[in-house]
């Protein structure tokens, strides 16, 4: 009777270590949207968490929470444990530009890892199809004329203190020219009011149906943000590539974030499930119906120096052009 209860608590003791030391993720992952249904964020979070959750073993289910530039979300994944099964998919946008500027959010960039680079897309200069400017350098210079005769050039942006916001403005002190904002509560307003000619310009991402409007002479694509041009804007200059505003480099990306802290089995887990599923089909289709470019690949060392680096530079930016939160 002894050794029986001996050989039970030791296969009890065997048990509870093997359920301890069970493998990430032993239950299902939830997967924070911070914007509703159906657009693009939640395309992005479907398309990846498919081939996913057939790599971990275990669900991945999709949470809209919108509200705040992204701030509920984020919350409700820093009030999870840090143990990965809550992720958050952002981007600058919600988790460095906007606790700069929205004194509703409290949390910091530094309160999150980046675990992996989901979306890398380009984002350009578009103007109203009259505006009499068909270069960057011919824009910089009419802007200047503009704001010198105290008519400032009108841009539009989704929302203030938001991501193109910032660029705007930026690209405003740099060109030594003051601008109007124009906040809008979408890209398709915006996009409709500029190719009503109601503002002058503005700078989104490029997305296949952006190109069509332009195609189709709504408005007029002057260049790409970028370093260098992408294969699917070839056709256009860089800003940087003109005479005014060299090296004025932006893009737009996105990422799946798990909270500071998240044990690194987690973090490498995720990691390699998101890289490997870059080559499903579904995601693939996905980044070419959005007109992505080809997401670098970086290890979690070299993305969370990255996200550093991005952090502190919108944070020089938003003091440079005056807008944070007071």
């Not at 608590?9 to 030391?21: D, H, N, R």
């Not at 968490?49 to 790599?55: D, G, I, L, R, V």
């Not at 990306?253 to 998101?274: C, I, M, N, Y």
Request: proline fraction near 7%.
């Amino acid at each position: 009777m002894r050794l029986i209860k001996r050989l039970c608590g030791l296969f009890a003791a065997l048990l509870c270590t093997a359920t301890l030391a069970a493998p990430y993720p032993t239950k299902p992952v939830m997967v924070m949207v911070p914007y509703p249904a159906g657009g693009p964020s939640d395309g992005l979070a479907r398309a990846y968490t498919t081939p996913m959750q057939a790599k971990l073993g275990q669900p991945m289910l999709v949470e809209n929470l919108g509200g705040v530039s992204g701030g509920i979300a984020a919350q409700k994944v820093l009030a999870a444990p840090a143990d990965g099964y809550y992720l958050f998919l952002g981007s600058p946008n919600e988790l460095i530009v906007s606790p700069l500027v929205n004194p509703a959010i409290k949390f910091k960039p530094e309160d999150f890892r980046l675990a992996q680079l989901l979306t890398y897309g380009s984002l350009i200069l578009v103007v109203r199809k009259d505006l009499p400017a068909n270069s960057v350098d011919e824009f910089v210079a009419l802007a200047r004329k503009s704001s010198a005769a105290s008519k400032p050039l009108s841009y539009g942006s989704v929302g203030v203190g938001s991501l193109y916001h910032l660029i705007s403005e930026h690209m405003g002190q740099r060109a030594g020219a003051k601008l109007t904002h124009v906040p809008y509560k979408g890209v398709a307003p915006l996009l409709q009011d500029l190719g009503g000619g109601q503002v002058d310009f503005t700078i989104v991402p490029f997305q296949a149906s952006t190109g069509a409007m332009a195609e189709q002479g709504r408005f007029k694509i002057l260049a790409s943000l970028g370093a260098t041009r992408p294969e699917l804007l070839k056709q256009f200059p860089t800003v940087g590539e003109s005479t005014q505003l060299k090296n004025f480099d932006f893009t737009v990306w996105g990422g799946l974030f798990v909270k500071k802290g998240t044990p690194e089995d987690a973090v490498q887990r995720l990691h390699k499930a998101s890289d490997e599923s870059r080559a499903d089909g579904g995601v693939r289709a996905y980044g070419e119906a959005q007109s992505l470019l080809e997401t670098p690949r970086m290890s979690p060392q070299e993305l969370t120096k990255f996200f550093e680096a991005e952090t502190g530079r919108y944070r020089t930016l938003a003091k440079s052009v005056g807008v944070q939160a007071q």
